[in-house]
T-cell receptor, first 115, second 111 residues
C-alpha cells in the first residue's frame, strides 16, 4: 500500500512565524503535490514537484515556498504565516507521467491554525 | 483556463434514497477520476474513467464518462450512512502533471 505521511495532524502558529509542513511518501513516486482545502473551494494546488529539486507553481503559490531535496520528501514552507493561511493542507503523490498512472495518493492532512 | 465544475455543492438525502453528482469540464479530458473524502479524512481514489461513454460500477456506485469526454457523473443507489462524505471529480490538466479538481459534492444523510 502507498503510504503518504505528514509531520503533524494539527498545528497552531502565530502570525509572522515561519512554518514548515513535511510530507514523506514511501513508494518512490516521481510527483508530489501540496494542496490547501477550504470549505466550498475544494482542493487548490499550491505547488508541485515532478523530480528532486524541481518545482512548479500551482494555482495559489503566493505566500508559500517548497523544497524537495530528496525524492521521498516534499516540504511546504510558509515564510511568514498569516491568518488567511489557516486551512487544511494536504500532501499527495503519484507515480509520474499521465494517463492511467496519475491517480493521486493523499496524506492525512495538517490542519493549520494561524492566530 | 481549464476548469472542472461540479454540482451540486451539497445534497441532503434520506437514507435509502439515491444520490447523484455531476462534473463538467471546459475542455476534453483524457480521463476523469473520482475520489471520496470521509468527514475528517483525506481524499481517497475511487475510480478512473478513460473511454468515451464508459460506464463502471462499484456495488451501488455507477460512474459515467460522457461521449465527448467533457462530463461525468457519479450515482449512488440506495444511500447508506457509510456513503457520507464529499465526492470529488478531477481531470488532468492538458499541459502538465496537474489534476484540475471539481469543488466537490457533500452527501449528507438526513437524521
Amino acid at each position: 500500500d502507498v503510504k503518504v505521511t505528514q509531520s503533524s495532524r494539527y498545528l497552531v502558529k502565530r502570525t509572522g512565524e515561519k512554518v514548515f509542513l513535511e510530507c514523506v511518501q514511501d513508494m518512490d513516486h516521481e510527483n508530489m503535490f501540496w494542496y490547501r482545502q477550504d470549505p466550498g473551494l475544494g482542493l487548490r494546488l499550491i505547488y508541485f514537484s515532478y523530480d528532486v529539486k524541481m518545482k512548479e507553481k500551482g494555482d495559489i503559490p503566493e505566500g508559500y515556498s517548497v523544497s524537495r531535496e530528496k525524492k521521498e520528501r516534499f516540504s511546504l514552507i510558509l515564510e511568514s504565516a498569516s491568518t488567511n493561511q489557516t486551512s487544511m493542507y494536504l500532501c499527495a503523490s503519484n507515480e509520474g507521467g499521465q494517463g492511467l498512472l496519475d491517480t493521486q495518493y493523499f496524506g492525512p492532512g495538517t490542519r493549520l491554525t494561524v492566530l | 483556463g481549464q476548469q472542472v465544475m461540479q454540482i451540486p455543492q451539497y445534497q441532503h438525502v434520506q437514507e435509502g434514497e439515491d444520490f447523484t453528482t455531476y462534473c463538467n469540464s471546459s475542455t476534453t479530458l483524457s480521463n476523469i477520476q473520482w475520489y471520496k473524502q470521509r468527514p475528517g479524512g483525506h481524499p481517497v481514489f475511487l475510480i478512473q474513467l478513460v473511454k468515451s461513454g464508459e460506464v463502471k460500477k462499484q456495488k451501488r456506485l455507477t460512474f459515467q464518462f460522457g461521449e465527448a469526454k467533457k462530463n461525468s457523473s457519479l450515482h449512488i443507489t440506495a444511500t447508506q450512512t457509510t456513503d457520507v462524505g464529499t465526492y470529488f471529480c478531477a481531470g488532468p490538466l492538458q499541459s502538465n502533471y496537474q489534476l484540475i479538481w471539481g469543488a466537490g459534492t457533500k452527501l449528507i444523510i438526513k437524521p
